[in-house]
């Protein structure tokens, strides 16, 4: 009796343990329509109800297709607009893809897609400070202006005999590793441009700040971002905390100086593989720098002030046993 109870119990566990699925269409029975926007949304990385905002001055848009007789109306700068429609055109020879987007119901029409992306960007912060930050032009006044004023800065800061990151730094590793980071993520963000260009094109108009929810080279170079940031602040609050303010001041404005020039040399030359041989070199330099720098390890128990060595503290004049 027990032994037929349980071959009984064990029937109806396998048997509930299998599940037969809802009985529906194959998910992936979609209509031609359906693949198409699928196959466009993986090669071009946006698609219907996809939210831009406008970039140009103004972009002209048509009430029809160019095969029809149509008017043109306007969206302008900063107005946010949305992918209503997507058709392919084979008789022009300009652009073959045209894409209806509304800024509301009134104001709607067509326009080509190589007209609409160069004059819009995605609809998201990440998205529009990628833009600004990788302006051509923009990025080749900033290159000359950091030039400019780190030549200068170095020259005053070291006149003065100020501290300053490599040359005559504070008891801190944290300006060293910002440095070494800010290199490091120059370096793999001009890799990705040139290796990985695809990819990042699918991060500009998809982006995440999540390091671990993207392909590796993407969460790597994320990762990086937040590192800078982290010791980044470290950085500030050492200094804060080891130099007076004005002494502070200069040293953050010799730090910024040192670190554009970083990030410059390293995004321009790895264009052409000379940062790959550079990179491993200004890490052995920047680590060497540190290293024949003094370092504290001690603190006196009065003021606080860092020592060398036990005894008499300089500052303040307590004996430290």
């Given at each position: 009796?027990?032994?037929?109870?349980?071959?009984?119990?064990?029937?109806?566990?396998?048997?509930?343990?299998y599940?037969?699925g809802?009985?529906?269409p194959?998910?992936w029975?979609l209509?031609e329509?359906?693949m198409d926007?699928i196959?466009f949304?993986?090669?071009?990385h946006?698609?219907?109800?996809?939210n831009f905002?406008v970039?140009?001055?103004?972009?002209?848009l048509a009430?029809?297709l160019?095969?029809?007789a149509?008017?043109?109306?306007?969206?302008v700068?900063?107005e946010?607009i949305v992918?209503?429609?997507?058709?392919?055109v084979p008789t022009?020879?300009i652009?073959?893809?045209?894409v209806?987007?509304?800024r509301d119901?009134i104001?709607q029409?067509?326009?080509r897609?190589?007209?609409?992306?160069?004059?819009?960007s995605?609809?998201?912060?990440?998205?529009?400070?990628?833009?600004?930050?990788?302006?051509v032009?923009l990025?080749v006044f900033?290159a000359?202006s950091v030039?400019?004023?780190?030549?200068?800065?170095?020259r005053?800061l070291?006149?003065?005999?100020?501290y300053?990151?490599?040359?005559?730094d504070?008891?801190?590793?944290?300006?060293t590793?910002f440095c070494?980071l800010?290199?490091?993520?120059?370096t793999?963000?001009?890799?990705?441009?040139?290796?990985?260009?695809?990819?990042?094109r699918?991060?500009?108009?998809?982006?995440s700040?999540n390091?671990?929810a993207?392909?590796?080279?993407?969460?790597?170079?994320v990762?990086?971002?937040w590192?800078?940031?982290?010791?980044g602040?470290?950085?500030?609050d050492?200094?804060?905390?080891?130099?007076?303010?004005f002494d502070?001041?200069l040293?953050?404005s010799g730090l910024?100086?040192?670190?554009?020039?970083?990030?410059v040399?390293f995004s321009v030359?790895?264009?052409y593989?000379?940062?790959?041989l550079?990179?491993?070199a200004?890490l052995?330099f920047?680590l060497?720098?540190y290293?024949?720098h003094?370092h504290?390890?001690l603190?006196?128990?009065?003021c606080?002030?860092?020592?060398m060595q036990?005894?008499?503290?300089?500052?303040?004049?307590?004996?430290?046993?």
């Amino acid at each position: 009796m027990l032994l037929s109870i349980m071959h009984y119990a064990l029937c109806i566990l396998l048997t509930a343990c299998y599940n037969r699925g809802q009985q529906s269409p194959d998910a992936w029975d979609l209509t031609e329509q359906q693949m198409d926007s699928i196959s466009f949304s993986t090669t071009h990385h946006y698609s219907q109800n996809y939210n831009f905002v406008v970039n140009a001055q103004r972009l002209p848009l048509a009430d029809a297709l160019p095969d029809l007789a149509f008017d043109t109306l306007y969206v302008v700068k900063g107005e946010r607009i949305v992918v209503a429609d997507i058709r392919c055109v084979p008789t022009d020879t300009i652009d073959s893809v045209w894409v209806k987007v509304a800024r509301d119901q009134i104001t709607q029409g067509w326009i080509r897609e190589s007209e609409l992306l160069q004059g819009v960007s995605p609809d998201d912060p990440i998205s529009e400070f990628i833009d600004i930050f990788s302006d051509v032009h923009l990025l080749v006044f900033l290159a000359i202006s950091v030039l400019v004023a780190a030549a200068y800065a170095l020259r005053r800061l070291l006149r003065r005999k100020a501290y300053i990151v490599h040359f005559h730094d504070i008891d801190s590793f944290y300006p060293t590793a910002f440095c070494l980071l800010l290199a490091m993520s120059a370096t793999l963000y001009a890799s990705i441009q040139m290796f990985g260009a695809e990819s990042w094109r699918h991060y500009y108009f998809h982006p995440s700040l999540n390091p671990f929810a993207l392909p590796l080279h993407l969460g790597l170079f994320v990762a990086s971002v937040w590192a800078i940031i982290i010791v980044g602040v470290a950085t500030l609050d050492d200094v804060r905390r080891q130099l007076p303010a004005f002494d502070a001041l200069l040293y953050l404005s010799g730090l910024t100086a040192i670190s554009g020039v970083v990030y410059v040399v390293f995004s321009v030359l790895t264009l052409y593989y000379v940062g790959y041989l550079l990179l491993p070199a200004y890490l052995a330099f920047a680590l060497r720098c540190y290293f024949s720098h003094p370092h504290y390890s001690l603190s006196c128990g009065r003021c606080g002030a860092r020592l060398m060595q036990k005894g008499r503290c300089p500052h303040c004049g307590a004996v430290n046993e």
